[in-house]
């Protein structure tokens, strides 16, 4: 069973940031586009952001110029940089990797901006 484990969920003020960091196994990193996913309570998991093998990248329409993901492939890490969160940004964030029809989740980091 592979294993994404992320880290860096928190409570935070709006306007804050957090840093959200995903290891993966290097046979998995190495080959898949990795990505972080939200759901906030009742609605539908949506995408957060994405990076390819060789650094391309997508962004959710919601956070462009406030997040930032970027990859370690030394230390087979991802990480996703959220500045000026705001309360709308509430929700467990899931990692994400996925090559063609092959699909792994983590079990997903609570993120709760409020004052």
């Known amino acids: 069973q592979v294993q994404l484990v992320e880290s860096g969920g928190g409570l935070v003020q709006p306007g804050g940031s957090l840093r959200l960091s995903c290891a993966a196994p290097?046979?998995?990193?190495?080959?898949?586009?990795m990505g972080w996913y939200r759901q906030a309570p009742g609605k539908q998991r949506e995408m957060v952001a994405r990076?390819?093998?060789?650094?391309?990248?997508d962004y959710g329409g919601s956070v462009k110029g406030r997040f930032t993901i970027s990859r370690d492939n030394v230390k087979n890490t991802m990480n996703l940089q959220m500045n000026r969160l705001q309360p709308e940004d509430t929700a467990v964030y899931y990692c994400?990797?996925?090559?063609?029809?092959?699909?792994?989740w983590g079990q997903g980091t609570q993120v709760t901006v409020s004052s």
């Open positions: 990076i390819t093998s060789d650094g391309r990248i």
């Open positions: 290097e046979v998995i990193f190495s080959q898949y586009i």
């Open positions: 994400n990797a996925e090559y063609y029809s092959s699909v792994f």
